[in-house]
């Protein structure tokens, strides 16, 4: 009787603290974070990383049950970019979040730890990520790392953007001013290229449209021809210069579907 008795009250204080965990983080955390898990047309209006998101990307980054509390204690009280396990171009969009210092007591955050890193992420919300993830990969197998694209960015420098803050990828202040230089000259390279292609461009455009024969343009796509060559070149040295920055764990972090 009394071994069932211990073990009533047992499970009686696990859901008072589940409850009083719920409490907490409806309180302090769902005013801006999402608690349900979100549907993918959703992702793109909401004001602040659901949930499943955030836990999600904190277990990717940082194993370890009592490390990942105690990432989530001190982010809390002292949030930064540098810190944030969230790609660089999310917290941009986001931005970071107001400090709860003061706020909340320290077994109240445990807590409140506790909860989310039992609770998220949703096992649904894993694989529709993960499968964003593996499309996301494979359209950058896809799409060419050096040649000019849509953006007008080096495949390489999207990463990095992407990236820059990420406390996964771990850039020092010194690769940062490193890569910069190597980001300001290969866009210097691209843009000036940029501005010959574009009216070369043109003419073969206005060539086709007016029924020419296309011999009237060789000398123009010769041209072109010439100058994506010399694309091609300054966006190869840009990922020759980028991963020789790099060390090879920063590399398979950047593009971990190369391995």
């Not at 959703?42 to 004001?47: H, R, S, Y």
């Not at 955050?109 to 993830?133: C, G, N, Q, S, T």
């Not at 455009?205 to 100058?227: C, F, G, N, T, Y």
Request: charged share 30%.
């Amino acid at each position: 009787m009394m071994k069932k008795t211990l073990l009533f009250l047992g499970a009686a204080s696990a859901v008072a603290f589940a409850g009083n965990s719920e409490a907490l983080v409806k309180k302090h955390c769902a005013s801006c974070h999402m608690l349900e898990q979100p549907k993918p047309e959703q992702i793109p209006t909401l004001t602040a990383p659901a949930f499943d998101a955030v836990i999600f990307h904190l277990k990717d980054a940082i194993k370890g049950h009592e490390e990942q509390v105690d990432f989530i204690v001190d982010y809390v009280q002292h949030p930064s970019a540098s810190k944030s396990v969230c790609e660089s171009n999310k917290v941009a969009k986001f931005g970071v979040m107001p400090s709860l210092k003061g706020k909340v007591t320290q077994k109240e955050l445990k807590e409140i730890a506790d909860y989310l890193l039992e609770k998220y992420p949703h096992p649904d919300f894993v694989r529709m990520i993960k499968e964003i993830l593996k499309n996301d990969a494979m359209a950058a197998l896809k799409s060419s790392p050096f040649l000019i694209n849509s953006d007008n960015l080096p495949h390489m420098t999207k990463l990095l953007i992407q990236n820059w803050d990420k406390a996964k990828l771990g850039l020092t202040p010194e690769q940062k001013e490193k890569l910069l230089k190597i980001r300001k000259e290969t866009m210097g390279g691209v843009a000036k290229i940029k501005q010959q292609l574009e009216p070369l461009e043109m003419e073969v455009a206005d060539a086709m449209i007016d029924r020419e024969d296309p011999k009237s343009v060789e000398k123009q796509l010769e041209q072109i021809a010439r100058l994506k060559l010399e694309a091609s070149k300054i966006h190869l040295k840009c990922i020759a210069d980028t991963t020789a920055v790099l060390s090879e764990e920063q590399v398979a972090v950047l593009l971990p579907f190369w391995e």
